[in-house]
């Protein structure tokens, strides 16, 4: 933070409320954040230095009561109060200005180095395995899982049946119009699409078969009632995606980056 603002110069100095928004860009800076490319370069840190931002804000309240003769010229109890400010907004802006990007930026972190090559033929085999078997237990859940580690994280990890069949009625992207190139729309045309909160979502043609043979066989294996295209068999839960993407980095053999 001093080197963004040399007037920066003690820790106190730097929880004060005023500048939280200098310290969301000392933090973007720590963590390597490429704002070209809108990624973070170590994103975990970006998560997780949340946590010692607030232990810092509850040093530096530490540090003024032990030092109330400091603060002649000021009212200790105000600079208190700035301090427990911060802590607020760290807990309920941090998540919208740095931690929920970054969490995304993991994902595709861990989804890019589970081999696509790996998923595609792990999800084939399941699949013919099911042709043959449609009760095989073990191919079906092999199937959800490396249709899952292709999709999107966020809402689509949640995915619902009903939400998934309304991709087969005809959509409009209005506000998209003037941005799509020829190449593009014909891409649109020949992929499944998903339109939440202004954002459009494809399906390519392989996940599509492979998400329909889940559709088929999921009376074999779970209840109608469970909503969720992605839920553990043996409850209406949906996955836990860090757990599905660290099973099939270690059985496509992958190390930690």
Same mark, same amino acid.
């Given at each position: 933070m001093k080197k963004l603002n040399p007037q920066v110069n003690s820790l106190i100095e730097a929880l004060r409320p005023i500048n939280f928004d200098l310290l969301v860009k000392a933090v973007k800076a720590a963590s390597k954040f490429n704002s070209e490319e809108d990624k973070y370069g170590a994103p975990t840190f970006a998560m997780? #230095?949340?946590?010692?931002? =607030?232990?810092?804000?509850?040093?530096? #309240?530490?540090?003024?009561?032990?030092?109330?003769?400091?603060?002649e010229n000021k009212n200790f109890s105000e600079t208190e109060t700035e301090i427990k400010t911060m802590i607020m907004l760290i807990k309920s802006n941090w998540k919208y200005e740095i931690s929920h990007h970054a969490a995304n930026n993991l994902h595709s972190k861990k989804m890019n180095s589970i081999g696509i090559d790996y998923l595609k033929t792990t999800a084939n085999s399941a699949a013919a395995k099911l042709q043959s078997d449609c009760n095989d237990r073990d191919a079906y859940k092999t199937l959800q899982q490396t249709v899952y580690c292709r999709i999107i994280p966020g809402e689509l990890a949640r995915l619902t049946v009903d939400l998934y069949n309304e991709g087969k009625e005809a959509q409009t992207y209005e506000e998209?119009?003037?941005? #799509? /190139?020829?190449?593009? /729309? #014909?891409?649109? /045309? =020949?992929? =499944?699409k998903r339109k939440r909160k202004a954002t459009p979502v494809l399906f390519s043609l392989d996940v599509q078969e492979h998400i329909q043979i889940l559709l088929d066989l999921r009376s074999n294996f779970t209840s109608q009632n469970d909503p969720y295209i992605f839920s553990k068999l043996i409850s209406r839960e949906p996955f836990r995606g860090y757990q599905v993407l660290m099973h099939h980095a270690k059985m496509a053999g992958l190390k930690k980056s």
């Open positions: 997780n #230095i949340s946590t010692s931002l =607030k232990d810092c804000c509850e040093v530096a #309240i530490c540090e003024i009561l032990k030092n109330k003769h400091c603060f998209f119009e003037n941005k #799509i /190139r020829p190449s593009e /729309r #014909i891409l649109m /045309r =020949k992929f =499944k």
